[in-house]
């Protein structure tokens, strides 16, 4: 097979595989075609997207923009907010964590079960100690357990990881109540960075409305732009407190800008992308995602709910978590799968598709069924 043929067979197999994804947090219904001039062009958002900056070949401009509009939407104030166009979801918690370690050098940070692994990973890079809360049933931080501990590290600044939208049963961490603990301790030096890598570009929208934002308490909050949103390449934002960043900044003279971004060059097409994004869709559009999104999810719980499969979602979420599904159900529709199963309604997901995917479950079970009346008949 020659290079060209492969190029050609990769497309078709992304383009097959693609249709089928119920089990990961991609949307995949936009159009960026108007952007895809823009590819041919080195464009690097390299040094603070609000410093001026000696490359010239970039987007700050609209990066600037992308946090306008997640700081906004998350309430933060006005006069005290910055952030950046990330990589991902990943590298947000690893900035929300480094500004946390910054604020309080000697903190523990606390956080759940339930927490993203890039969580745990990017607490062994900081090199912070920490201690890990039980999660609920339902996924969610166990309060109870968190005052305990906390308690026992009264002496200690705490860091609280908050996790808005878990992984695995999308669930949402109180922010107001971790802060209300906090106070009860007397605990003043604290940092709550909230990882709302999947919900929170819907966070707002969500009734009743779940504590998440700076309002609510928390000190930076971090989301993937590839997720609810959409895009062909993985991106995230970091919104956190520009009286932290100023801490951490320093100036480098090379690249005439300000050194408070994890990496030096950055993606420039990415907040190029998001910014299109979010002003074709606007609040509204993004409600209206969520509107339908949630819908998706209420009807394929209850899809499940008729052929007998104990389905259940937590409040508000876009993902139904059901028993473990079977090896080929599992690799059909590409699903995330540990001790229990999830399909995560992202936008694009269509009751077609939840459709064919319940037609599976019946068909398997009838078969399933069909052996064991066979297994029967012959021990009979
Ligand atoms: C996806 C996700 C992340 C990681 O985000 P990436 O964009 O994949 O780096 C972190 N936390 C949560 C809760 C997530 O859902």
Redesign the pocket.
Known sequence: MDNEQRIDELLTQIIEEKDRVIGY?VAKDFDYSRLYEFLKHPINNIGDPYEGNTYKVQTHEMEREVVDFFAQLFRADPTDYWGYVT???????LYGLYLARESHPNAMVYFSES??Y??RKNIHLLNLPSITIRAQENGELDYGDLENTLQLNRHKPAIILT?????MTEAKDDVSKVKGILKKLAIQNHYIHC????AGSYGPFIEPRIPFDFQDGADSI?I????FIGSPF???VIIAKRSLRDRIARGISYIGSLDTTITGSRNGHSPLFLWYAIKKMGVKGLEERYRHSLEIAQYCKEELIKIGIKAWTNPGAITVVLPKVSDPIKKKWQLATDHITHVICMPNVSKQQIDEFIQDMVQERKSATDTSDRAFAIQA
């Open positions: 947090p990589n991902g979801g990943s590298e947000s918690n927490t993203h890039s969580v996790t808005f939208g878990t992984t990882d709302a890598a999947l971090s993937s732009g590839h997720k993985p991106s995230g």
